[in-house]
């Protein structure tokens, strides 16, 4: 049984140079994405397993596993279409128009995201989602892979701040990593994941 299946890179590994390296990209994508993806099929298998036994004997292992692999599928997929060899600036549109209204203009955001990003303490990410129950955005510190985000959001726009996705171009600079993210985000991925999450959640919760 394969569910989670591992996605081809929008772009080269090394399109997105000189601000993250190919050979970064490459790790990233092909060993440590590859190996979430693994993970969360191989706790559905388990999990298929122990409903078929009636052995749940290691069901808290089991859904830890499950949260982790498929939180960091998840977040290595939205960020990979996050990233553009031609993205940066600013956004525009309703896009622009959100931002504005839920942080004060542009400028306040990238400093309350990037302040997000490089305080996390551990390994985590900066999330800016959609919250669908206040329909509004907000900024999150996700832990690892999965903890510290409220079910009920939808990413908008999300920035890796493990260690391996800079130590090797950045070392310990995570400032300039940072720095880095605003030269190659994609502004028009952004907006249309924020559509779609309007869309689908307007009256659900
Ligand atoms: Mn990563």
Redesign the pocket.
């Known amino acids: 049984m394969t569910v989670y299946t591992l996605p081809e890179l929008p772009y080269d590994y090394a399109a997105l140079e000189p601000h993250i390296s190919g050979k970064i990209m490459e790790l990233?994508h092909d060993k440590?994405?590859k190996t979430y993806v693994d993970g969360a099929n191989t706790a559905l298998e388990a999990l298929e397993a122990a409903r078929e036994s009636a052995d749940f004997g290691s069901i808290t292992k089991l859904e830890k596993d499950l949260a982790f692999h498929l939180g960091?599928h998840t977040?290595?997929t939205v960020?990979w279409n996050n990233l553009s060899p031609d993205g940066g600036g600013e956004p525009d549109g309703e896009l622009s128009a959100a931002l504005s209204e839920f942080f004060g203009d542009f400028e306040k955001f990238k400093s309350h995201f990037s302040q997000t990003a490089t305080t996390i303490q551990g390994s985590g990410w900066s999330v800016l989602a959609w919250d669908s129950v206040g329909e509004r955005l907000n900024v999150f510190q996700l832990f690892d892979q999965q903890g510290n985000v409220p079910v009920g959001t939808h990413p908008i726009l999300m920035l890796?701040m493990?260690e391996?996705?800079f130590y090797l171009d950045y070392l310990n600079v995570k400032a300039d990593y940072v720095k880095a993210f605003w030269q190659i985000v994609n502004w028009q991925d952004a907006a249309a994941r924020l559509a779609d999450a309007r869309t689908k959640t307007a009256g659900l919760i």
């Open positions: 990233h440590h994405h960091g977040n290595h960020f890796d493990w391996h996705a």
